[in-house]
């Protein structure tokens, strides 16, 4: 049942961090869990509700819902399916959504809109008449369960059925992609989600010695696009294109890539840096092994590869083309190696380890004055 008579001098927004695959953006696809960083600045997605006519229009009259969303888009999808249902009575919704990269891609925009529409939706039925004070929480942590999976693991685990809701309500318009940077932005930190038992579990940076800085290339790929056109069949993907045809996941490369994800998360449970620095060495590896990195980036890594500040590199998502991760110490000398790179190749920092955003989704409310700003 959809909302009835909500506040229309409220704005409600939601911030969604960026995400970047840092281990396991492929394995992702046949279910296998991956390790996600999720990174300030955040995206915003915020409604604002109005008043309907005093003539109380029908739903099939006109919009409920407004947005600029691409029609084709998996939030324009989602919130073209939700207008005629009578989800907000007699009001209307104006949405808005500002991406502090400019569009730039690679960090996750169109999950982003994603997540900002399923929480519209969870909002209008299951909590909208709720007075939202500060904040609410939209997924639930639980408590650590050390001794589940490892006795000393620093994590923690998140309940997962919220994710599976957000990933059956994704699945609804979009069919291709694991989904796995959809539920690892709303979880937040850097977070590793195994799709096959259903299970989230979160982390902070540990490494006292260890410095990690994402670069964008500006080179943007369109990752579902990428996914649609190399899909044999359909449900989870069975080959990717590297744009020489189809090139399926090969099982020797699946095991690798179990492998290094397996250390990546060890490395980060126990914060061994050497044992995350070995994952991300031998992930960039087998990706540039198998053909699966663009060629923009795999010549930033070739040059990367020859300092001994760099103690690892690689492309991050699909074909590694739209940001590079780069594991150093943290010398005034690496610093300045990342700028002259970052100049030479027209590079953007998209974020270090400082800016990781720990806080998961989040729903928080705010006055709107009759000037339209908030208060």
């Known amino acids: 049942m959809g ?11 939601v911030l969604v961090p960026g995400k970047t695959f840092l281990v396991g953006e492929y394995l992702a696809l046949a279910g296998g869990p991956s390790v996600v960083a999720n990174t300030q600045p955040c995206f915003r997605f ?15 009259e ?44 690679g960090l996750g925009a169109s999950t982003a809109e994603f997540l900002g529409a399923w929480v519209f939706e969870k909002w209008a039925t299951e909590f909208g008449r709720a007075d939202i004070r500060d904040h609410r929480e939209l997924v639930e942590t639980l408590a650590n369960h050390l001794g589940e999976v490892a006795p000393l693991w620093k994590s923690e685990r998140v309940g997962s059925a ?37 299970q989230m579990r979160k982390f902070t940076w540990p490494f006292q010695e260890l410095s990690m800085t994402l ?27 590297t744009g020489t045809g189809l090139k399926p996941l090969e099982p020797d490369f699946v095991q690798d890539m179990r492998e290094w994800v397996s250390e990546a998360v060890q490395g980060l449970a126990f914060s061994d840096a ?36 760099i103690r690892a590199a690689k492309g991050c998502g699909a074909m590694g083309s739209d940001v590079i991760l780069v594991l150093h110490d943290g010398s005034e000398k690496a610093s300045s190696l990342l700028l002259d790179l970052q100049k030479r190749h027209g590079l953007e920092l998209a974020a270090t380890e400082s800016d990781l955003h720990l806080a998961s989704l989040q729903l928080s409310s705010a006055h709107v004055s009759e000037t339209g700003m908030t208060v």
């Open 215 to 241: 670069l964008k290339t500006g080179r943007k790929l369109q990752t579902h696009r990428y996914l649609a056109e190399s899909v044999q069949g359909k449900g989870v993907p069975s080959a990717l294109s």
């Open 162 to 198: 919220r994710f599976r809701d957000l990933l059956d309500s994704y699945r609804l318009v979009v069919e291709t992609g694991s989904g796995a940077d959809l539920v690892s932005q709303a979880a937040g930190g850097i977070a590793v989600w195994d799709g096959v038992v259903d």
């Open 46 to 60: 915020r409604w604002t509700l109005h008043a309907g006519s005093a003539s109380a229009r029908k739903a099939d």
């Open 274 to 309: 050497d044992r995350f620095i070995a994952a991300v060495r031998g992930t960039g590896k087998a990706l540039e092994n198998t053909g699966r990195v663009a060629a923009h980036t795999a010549s930033i890594l070739d040059e990367l590869s020859e300092e001994s500040e």
């Open 3 to 13: 909302i009835s008579g909500p506040d229309p001098a409220k704005s409600y927004e």
């Open 62 to 105: 006109a919009s409920q819902i407004e947005h600029g969303f691409h029609p084709e888009s998996p939030a324009g999808k989602f919130l073209n399916r939700l207008n005629g249902s009578q989800l907000l009575g007699n009001q209307r919704a104006v949405i808005e959504f500002h991406d502090p990269h400019f569009g730039k891609g």
